[in-house]
């Protein structure tokens, strides 16, 4: 009985693999795979980098938590004997979930322009610049798997989806020097961590730790642990779990149709500083059916960005609590600001109240140290790392957690459960986002 089932199974396993185009080409199947992520010093962009097309070139790109899918520019230079743009109809175009189909009437027929094939939209969300005719594409990319503590074999993936876009739009303007696009790791079924999952059959997961430094990497997981960062330490223990919330309404510039955010949302209900709370009007912390409302987190914005409201009451408990610390001039675009030589310092950077970012229960809380809530301007002045919200119209989103504040900290996105797992600052647990060990045990 065992043996038979046994070789129903091997028979599955022979069709699986005969069908499924992305394991017939490689015999190894990874269980995780990684990524490097660099800090761009004169944009703050956090940048990744994967090859991509036949033969393989490697493609810059800046890192969006919250972004749909990859976007690569393909008007320059893009050669590749795999490209495939999506025709109409397709099974690309519908888990792309698009039905706006188009000829290409701008120029010559080419990678980006095609008759008959689906569109994306694909944003810059530094300078919200939406191309609104971006032709879905497949191509191989190539990227190293991981055993959690190295890098490992690289794998490529034939028949990738991504949209490709057009530099000569202003798609690339604000990106840092070198960058081809913006890889997204969004809630939507073309993403990158959704793709990556679904070329190896590994669970829906991936992990960001983002690093201060611009001269040592970052890492981005995908897939299960462990995640292993130098001197050994499994990051992948010991998160703290709060559930992801789906924004109904789209937050992108120009939305294509009506469709949910694939940004990630999470439940915050309030906000203590040194355990006093920061008044606020609760309404803005719940996602309403316009889809204004709520938190969410984003690795574009260098800074979290509170709600005029939210932010004034915020920096005056702060400042309340640090009452016989005297201020000095703000530096620009922050609003309080120390010198550097009134605070200790501490394993998790000045000592300054912590912040508690209170989620589903009372006991459930993302603490906020000094290296996360403080930033070093110049020499003599550390300010508080928030900004202001626009106060000319109503955002969207009224808090927006930002990079400054992930900085060290693992968070993890598991997409089958929906929700996030944060680890607080490493630097309590005597490791860095700098410390995975990139050399390869291939
Ligand atoms: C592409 O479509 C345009 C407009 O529909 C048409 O004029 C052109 O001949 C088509 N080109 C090709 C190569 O099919
Ligand atoms: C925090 O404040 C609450 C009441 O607001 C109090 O019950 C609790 O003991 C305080 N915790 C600490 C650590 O001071
Ligand atoms: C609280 O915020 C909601 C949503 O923006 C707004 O409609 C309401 O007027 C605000 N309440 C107060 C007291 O400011
Ligand atoms: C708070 O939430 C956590 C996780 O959802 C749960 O395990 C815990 O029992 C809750 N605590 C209280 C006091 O409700
Ligand atoms: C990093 O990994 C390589 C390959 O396994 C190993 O030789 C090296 O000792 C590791 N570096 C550190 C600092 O542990």
């Known amino acids: 009985m065992a043996s038979s089932s046994c070789h129903i199974l091997l028979l599955l396993c022979s069709i699986l693999f005969h069908i499924s185009p992305s394991i017939a080409q490689t015999s190894f199947r990874p269980k995780a795979l990684v990524l490097p992520v660099i800090k761009d010093s004169p944009t703050k962009q956090y940048l990744t980098q994967f090859s991509q097309r036949t033969p393989l070139v490697p493609i810059k790109l800046t890192l969006d ?263 000095v001039t703000p530096v620009a675009p922050f609003e309080l600001c120390y010198n550097s030589n009134s605070f200790g310092s501490t394993r998790v950077g000045p000592g300054v109240p912590p912040i508690d970012l209170v989620l589903q229960n009372e006991s459930v809380f993302w603490r906020i140290f000094g290296a996360n809530s403080m930033v070093q301007v110049n020499n003599e002045v550390l300010c508080l790392a928030f900004v202001k919200a626009r106060e000319d119209f109503r955002p969207q989103t009224p808090i927006i957690i930002g990079a400054h504040q992930l900085e060290d900290n693992l968070l993890q996105f598991d997409l089958a459960t929906s929700r996030l797992g944060f680890s607080s600052s490493l630097l309590f647990r005597q490791t860095t986002c700098a410390n995975f060990n990139f050399t390869s045990n291939a």
């Open 65 to 327: 938590l919250g972004a749909p899918y990859l976007w690569v520019d393909c008007d320059v230079g893009y050669v590749s004997s795999t490209y495939k743009p999506a025709r109409c109809g397709s099974a690309q175009c519908s888990l792309a979930g698009t039905k706006d189909c188009r000829d290409c009437f701008e120029g010559p027929q080419g990678p980006g322009c095609f008759n008959n094939t689906c569109r994306l939209y694909p944003e810059n969300t530094i300078n919200q610049v939406t191309l609104i005719s971006g032709v879905v594409s497949q191509d191989t990319v190539s990227l190293q798997s991981t055993n959690g503590g190295n890098p490992t074999k690289l794998v490529n993936i034939p028949n990738f989806i991504f949209v490709c876009s057009k530099s000569t739009l202003g798609m690339l303007n604000d990106l840092a020097t070198g960058v081809k696009g913006m890889a997204g790791l969004g809630r939507r079924k073309i993403s990158i961590p959704n793709q990556f999952s679904s070329a190896f059959s590994f669970p829906k997961k991936f992990a960001i730790c983002l690093s201060p430094s611009t001269t040592s990497n970052g890492v981005v997981f995908f897939g299960n642990g462990p995640y292993v960062l130098l001197p050994g330490i499994d990051v992948s223990k010991n998160l703290i779990f709060t559930p992801l919330i789906t924004n109904p309404v789209s937050t992108a510039a120009s939305p294509q149709v009506q469709e949910p955010s694939s940004e990630y949302f999470i439940g915050l209900k309030s906000i203590k500083i040194n355990n006093k709370t920061v008044p606020m009007n609760k309404s803005l912390l719940t996602i309403d059916i316009a889809g204004f409302g709520g938190t969410k987190i984003s690795s574009v914005n260098p800074f979290t960005v509170l709600e005029a409201s939210i932010f004034n009451s915020f920096v005056s408990v702060f400042e309340n609590e640090l009452a016989n610390v005297p201020k």
